[in-house]
């Protein structure tokens, strides 16, 4: 079954701080990688998607990820961060040819210093 | 385009009691996704819809918890009984999609938070 682990429950960095969040996934095969972002009282607004080609995805915001097949990770970056990036952030995973549905982990919550 | 409308924002009800949430997916999107976001947890899939069919169920509790899409576009989620354990964000999404294609984005909308007495 497929399943997603996000190791770090929370994380804070300061302001114009890199930043990393860590995703590893367990499927049989390559899935379909996604991460989403959610604002205090809001629904997943889509950061984005890894389908298939280029193993390291641009997304809005700023932010980046990169595929790592041997590691089954999906970790998330952006080179400087922004007071409004403070969010809770969750990685997630489709299976091809399956229902489309997604399988989200338990997220990260990140909080920004000024 | 206007995205996934749901209703109510927030409800608050006593245990034993029943609620309904109601969500209006994106326009021409041919499958629905209720999932249920527990504080401090991910959201779980409860049930997903293909039109007006139902797909994916397994983690419904349907002794007290029901959904319907009538006519494969709107569609209401219900609790009754609800249980202290039911208080959650109830998040409907849904996707332009192809069953077995997988390479689908789902648009969330806001969520309906339950807090159960």
Redesign the interface.
């Known amino acids: 079954a497929q399943s997603?682990t996000?190791p770090d429950i929370h994380i804070t960095v300061s302001e114009g701080a890199s930043l990393e969040l860590r995703c590893n996934y367990s499927y049989g095969a390559t899935p379909?990688l996604?991460w989403?972002v959610q604002s205090p009282?809001?629904?997943?607004?889509?950061l984005l998607?890894y389908?298939s080609g280029d193993t390291l995805v641009q997304g809005i915001k700023g932010f980046e990820a990169e595929f790592k097949r041997s590691q089954s990770s999906f970790n998330l970056r952006k080179p400087s961060v922004h007071w409004s990036d403070a969010a809770e952030y969750?990685c997630?995973v489709?299976?091809?040819?399956?229902?489309?549905?997604?399988?989200?982990?338990?997220?990260t919550r990140l909080a920004v210093h000024p | 385009e206007a995205g996934?409308a749901q209703s109510p924002r927030y409800k608050i009800i006593e245990k034993r009691q029943s609620v309904a949430f109601w969500c209006n997916p994106i326009s021409g999107h041919a499958?629905l996704?209720w999932?249920q976001q527990i504080l401090?947890?991910?959201?779980?899939?409860l049930i997903?819809f293909?039109n007006n069919g139902v797909?994916?169920d397994s983690q419904l509790p349907k002794d007290r918890f029901s959904a319907e899409r009538l006519k494969g576009v709107d569609s209401t989620l219900k609790i009754q009984p609800a249980k202290l354990e039911d208080s959650a964000v109830y998040?409907c999404?849904s996707?332009l999609?192809i069953?077995?294609?997988?390479?689908?984005?789902?648009?969330?909308?806001?969520?309906s938070r339950l807090t159960v007495l």
């Open positions: 997603v996000q379909y996604f989403y009282g809001q629904g997943l607004q889509l998607k389908f969750f997630a489709g299976a091809p040819g399956g229902y489309n549905k997604l399988i989200f982990g338990a997220g | 996934v499958t996704y999932y401090g947890q991910g959201p779980k899939l997903q293909q797909v994916d998040l999404a996707s999609s069953l077995g294609s997988g390479a689908n984005v789902l648009t969330f909308g806001a969520g």
